[in-house]
C-alpha cells in the first residue's frame, strides 16, 4: 500500500465495484492482503507474466497484483469457478487471456464476456503425462504380454461426493451380480459420503463386490493401470441439483492414456473428451444403462480393444502433456 497507494486502492475497489453478492464480496475482501503481498513479490521478481489457476479467489489475487504492477496476466477456468461467476466480466476484460479446460466451459465464458473480449478466450484442455504410465521406452505395454485381470477389476477413481455418481454405481454392481457376472468393483477415493455409500452397497448386497480403497497415492493409481490390473475405470457423474457437474475429468485422461477403456455419463464437458468412440458414454443417473454398458464392454472383447484403442490415441493425440504445455507457451508468447 506505502509502495503504490492510488494502484493499490484503485485495483481493490475495481474487484469490489465488480462483484455481485455478500458471499463472493467477503471472498474477494480475504485474498485482498494476498493480493498485495503477490504484488510485492512480482515486484521483486519481474516476472513477464502471472498466470493464476481457478477462476474464483485465485485470479482475484492475481488481477490485484496484476493492477498495481502493470504485469500481464491470464488464468484458468475449469467448472464450479465459471459457474460461481466471481467477477468473471471484468477478469476477462483485465486478462490478457482467459484458458477454458473443455469447449462447454469456452462457450459459458463467452456467455459472459463482452463481445469485443470473447476472443480472449481459448480452449486448452487438461494435460496428462502419459509417459509416466507408458513404460521407460515410452511405449505403452502390450495387453498380451499382461492379460486383463480375472476376474474384472472395475475401477472409480473419484473423491466421493455427490457430483460423482457413486450411488448409481453401486446399483449398477446389483444389477451386474444378478446377471451373473464375476467383477469386482474398486472404490478409490474418500470424502463425506463413504458411510452413506457404505451403508447403500450392504442395503443392496453389493458389499461381497465393492471395495473401499480409500484414497491411494496417485504413482500407485498409475501402476495399476500401467500394470493392468484394471478392467475399466467407470465414472457415473451426475449434475447436482444445485447444478454441479464435470469439466474433463483427468481420471478418465489418465486411464485413458493407459489403454484402460472408460465408462462415463454425457454430463459437463466428458463427451467432448469420449466422442467417437474413444469410451462408452451412458445418460446420467440410469444404473440399468450403466449396467449395460459395463456388460457389454466386458463380455466383448473386440469392442473392448476398440475402445482401449480409441482412446489411448484421443489422449495421445489432444491431451498429452507436451501438447498442452506447447499450447500455452504459445499463448503467453502471443499476449
Same mark, same amino acid.
Given at each position: 500500500?506505502?509502495?503504490? !497507494?492510488?494502484?493499490?486502492?484503485?485495483?481493490?475497489?475495481?474487484?469490489?465495484?465488480?462483484?455481485?453478492?455478500?458471499?463472493?464480496?467477503?471472498?474477494?475482501?480475504?485474498?485482498? !492482503?494476498?493480493?498485495?503481498?503477490?504484488?510485492?513479490?512480482?515486484?521483486?521478481?519481474?516476472?513477464?507474466?502471472?498466470?493464476?489457476?481457478?477462476?474464483? *479467489?485465485?485470479?482475484?489475487?492475481?488481477?490485484?497484483? +496484476?493492477?498495481?504492477?502493470?504485469? /500481464?496476466?491470464?488464468?484458468?477456468?475449469?467448472?464450479?469457478?465459471?459457474?460461481?461467476?466471481?467477477?468473471?466480466?471484468?477478469?476477462?476484460?483485465?486478462?490478457?487471456?482467459?484458458?477454458?479446460?473443455? *469447449?462447454?466451459?469456452?462457450?459459458?465464458?463467452?456467455?459472459?464476456?463482452?463481445?469485443?473480449?470473447?476472443?480472449?478466450?481459448?480452449?486448452?484442455?487438461?494435460?496428462?503425462?502419459?509417459?509416466?504410465?507408458? *513404460?521407460?521406452?515410452?511405449?505403452?505395454?502390450?495387453?498380451?504380454?499382461?492379460?486383463?485381470?480375472?476376474?474384472?477389476?472395475?475401477?472409480? !477413481?473419484?473423491?466421493?461426493? %455427490?457430483?460423482?455418481?457413486?450411488?448409481?454405481?453401486?446399483?449398477?454392481?446389483?444389477?451386474?451380480?444378478?446377471?451373473?457376472?464375476?467383477?469386482?468393483?474398486?472404490?478409490?477415493?474418500?470424502?463425506? #459420503?463413504?458411510?452413506?455409500?457404505?451403508?447403500?452397497?450392504?442395503? #443392496?448386497? *453389493?458389499?461381497?463386490?465393492?471395495?473401499?480403497?480409500?484414497?491411494? !497415492?496417485?504413482? +500407485?493409481?498409475?501402476?495399476?493401470?500401467?500394470?493392468?490390473?484394471?478392467?475399466?475405470?467407470?465414472? /457415473?457423474?451426475?449434475?447436482?441439483? @444445485?447444478?454441479?457437474?464435470?469439466?474433463?475429468?483427468?481420471?478418465?485422461?489418465? +486411464?485413458?492414456?493407459?489403454?484402460?477403456?472408460?465408462? &462415463?455419463?454425457?454430463?459437463?464437458?466428458?463427451?467432448?473428451?469420449?466422442?467417437?468412440?474413444?469410451?462408452?458414454?451412458?445418460?446420467?443417473?440410469?444404473?440399468?444403462?450403466?449396467?449395460?454398458?459395463?456388460? #457389454?464392454?466386458?463380455?466383448? %472383447?473386440?469392442?473392448? @480393444?476398440?475402445?482401449?484403442?480409441?482412446?489411448?490415441?484421443?489422449?495421445?493425440?489432444?491431451?498429452?502433456?507436451?501438447?498442452?504445455?506447447?499450447?500455452?507457451?504459445? +499463448?503467453?508468447? &502471443?499476449?
Amino acid at each position: 500500500l506505502a509502495w503504490r !497507494p492510488r494502484a493499490s486502492f484503485r485495483a481493490i475497489a475495481r474487484l469490489l465495484h465488480g462483484t455481485t453478492g455478500l458471499k463472493k464480496v467477503m471472498k474477494n475482501l480475504s485474498v485482498i !492482503p494476498k493480493g498485495l503481498a503477490m504484488a510485492w513479490v512480482i515486484r521483486q521478481l519481474k516476472p513477464d507474466h502471472v498466470h493464476a489457476h481457478w477462476a474464483s *479467489t485465485p485470479a482475484s489475487a492475481a488481477l490485484i497484483a +496484476a493492477s498495481i504492477t502493470g504485469t /500481464p496476466w491470464s488464468f484458468t477456468a475449469h467448472r464450479w469457478d465459471i459457474k460461481e461467476g466471481n467477477c468473471l466480466p471484468l477478469k476477462i476484460e483485465s486478462a490478457s487471456f482467459v484458458r477454458a479446460i473443455s *469447449t462447454k466451459g469456452t462457450c459459458q465464458l463467452q456467455n459472459v464476456a463482452k463481445p469485443e473480449h470473447r476472443n480472449k478466450i481459448r480452449c486448452i484442455h487438461m494435460g496428462c503425462c502419459v509417459d509416466i504410465i507408458n *513404460t521407460g521406452t515410452g511405449q505403452t505395454r502390450c495387453k498380451d504380454q499382461n492379460p486383463r485381470p480375472l476376474p474384472a477389476v472395475i475401477a472409480c !477413481p473419484a473423491n466421493l461426493i %455427490s457430483v460423482k455418481g457413486h450411488s448409481v454405481l453401486i446399483d449398477a454392481c446389483r444389477i451386474l451380480i444378478s446377471r451373473g457376472l464375476s467383477f469386482r468393483c474398486i472404490m478409490l477415493g474418500q470424502g463425506p #459420503l463413504r458411510d452413506e455409500l457404505g451403508r447403500m452397497s450392504r442395503e #443392496l448386497g *453389493t458389499d461381497g463386490v465393492v471395495e473401499w480403497w480409500g484414497q491411494i !497415492p496417485h504413482n +500407485a493409481l498409475l501402476e495399476l493401470y500401467h500394470d493392468q490390473d484394471v478392467s475399466i475405470v467407470v465414472l /457415473p457423474s451426475i449434475v447436482t441439483p @444445485d447444478g454441479d457437474e464435470e469439466g474433463i475429468p483427468v481420471s478418465l485422461i489418465e +486411464a485413458m492414456s493407459a489403454g484402460i477403456p472408460v465408462v &462415463s455419463t454425457m454430463t459437463g464437458g466428458i463427451s467432448e473428451l469420449l466422442r467417437g468412440n474413444a469410451g462408452v458414454l451412458v445418460p446420467e443417473k440410469d444404473s440399468e444403462a450403466l449396467a449395460n454398458a459395463i456388460f #457389454l464392454l466386458l463380455s466383448n %472383447s473386440e469392442l473392448y @480393444d476398440e475402445i482401449s484403442r480409441m482412446g489411448q490415441s484421443r489422449v495421445q493425440d489432444e491431451y498429452a502433456i507436451r501438447k498442452v504445455v506447447a499450447d500455452i507457451s504459445g +499463448a503467453f508468447g &502471443s499476449r
